[in-house]
């Protein structure tokens, strides 16, 4: 019997590591890395609980504006993290010492290697993604408590970005591209200033020129008044001044600023042909939809990022 186990023993140890195997060997491998990334969530977490308790104070426009560019930049911020440090080193760093050629050719195969680490730390750096965000969330709903007012809906909005469908879009999207750019670039320093660029790159450009055309904007028009503008609560796409032809005119400031009544107001306006206005805005009711739509272009990156690391393994193991 002894005899049969330890050949059973040696034949397992032949054929490599199990799935079991695996994740222990990923576990240890990059504990720093988890490690480290949880010490900085937990101080990040911290430093968004004081931003809190300041709100609870008297609020100024100073400590709003602050408490929401702290969520922000926290909630970006970890994101290119996880694109640089947890992403792209995971290929590149394995190219670059050429240790897969060790950890490939026993028994286990790239694509089964790849799958194994993705789906483990993509977990956990989700995992993470979520308590900031949870933490986050809190933070945004003591500043808006205390502002009387509704979520701020910008280009970089964390109303608009505090959500975890999407914090789980942006940081599956983050790992999966840095992971692309290591497999592709197989240089760590060259991948994380890429990862940092590209992801940076896409969430700014989808924030900044996409975001507000996810659906076709209202577009209302109306007589001149002071008082013009859209009722339902909305984020400004444009806005501007019409002649009786329905042509846009630039606005005529001095009646904006030399016109104490409304009736001076009218006057002054039709003395420069100024005879209506135009507003185009999102509704803030499309939000939900908006962060579903913006949810799956993320998620549709990521898939295709991870179809690139895994034809790109693939394909070594062939050469």
């Known amino acids: 019997m002894t005899a049969v186990a330890l050949s059973n023993s040696t034949v397992r140890s032949a054929r490599g590591p199990g799935t079991t195997g695996l994740i222990r060997l990923t576990l240890r491998q990059h504990r720093v890395l988890i490690l480290g990334t949880l010490a900085a969530c937990v101080a990040l977490a911290l430093y968004l609980s004081v931003w809190r308790l300041w709100l609870g104070g008297q609020p100024t426009v100073f400590s709003l504006f602050s408490t929401s560019t702290a969520v922000r930049d926290g909630i970006i911020g970890y994101t290119l993290v996880v694109a640089m440090f947890w992403g ?50 809190a933070v945004l709903n003591q500043m808006n408590l205390v502002a009387s007012q509704g979520p701020f809906v910008d280009d970089f909005s964390p109303g608009f970005e505090s959500s975890i469908l999407l914090q789980i879009g942006y940081t599956l999207a983050a790992f999966l591209i840095g992971l692309a750019i290591g497999g592709l670039v197989r240089l760590p320093v060259v991948a994380t200033a890429c990862a940092l660029g590209v992801f940076g790159g896409i969430r700014w450009l989808l924030a900044t020129f996409a975001r507000e055309n996810y659906l076709p904007p209202v577009h209302l028009t109306g007589p001149v008044s002071q008082d013009f503008g859209y009722s339902e609560p909305g984020f400004l796409v444009g806005q501007g001044d019409l002649d009786a032809a329905g042509h846009e005119i630039p606005s005529p400031n001095q009646c904006m600023m030399n016109t104490p009544t409304s009736e001076q107001f009218l006057a002054c306006a039709h003395r420069n042909g100024f005879t209506g206005s135009y507003v185009i805005y999102q509704p803030l009711s499309r939000t939900p939809i908006f962060q579903l739509i913006e949810f799956g272009i993320f998620i549709v990156i990521a898939l295709l990022c991870l179809a690139i690391a895994w034809f790109g393994v693939r394909r070594r193991q062939r050469i």
């Open 88 to 137: 792209a080193p995971l290929l590149s760093r394995e190219y670059e010492q050429r240790t897969h050629l060790l950890v490939w050719s026993q028994d286990v195969s790239p694509a089964r290697w790849l799958l194994i680490k993705v789906a483990l730390l993509g977990a956990i750096a989700v995992a993470f993604a979520i308590g900031i965000e949870l933490v986050g969330q």
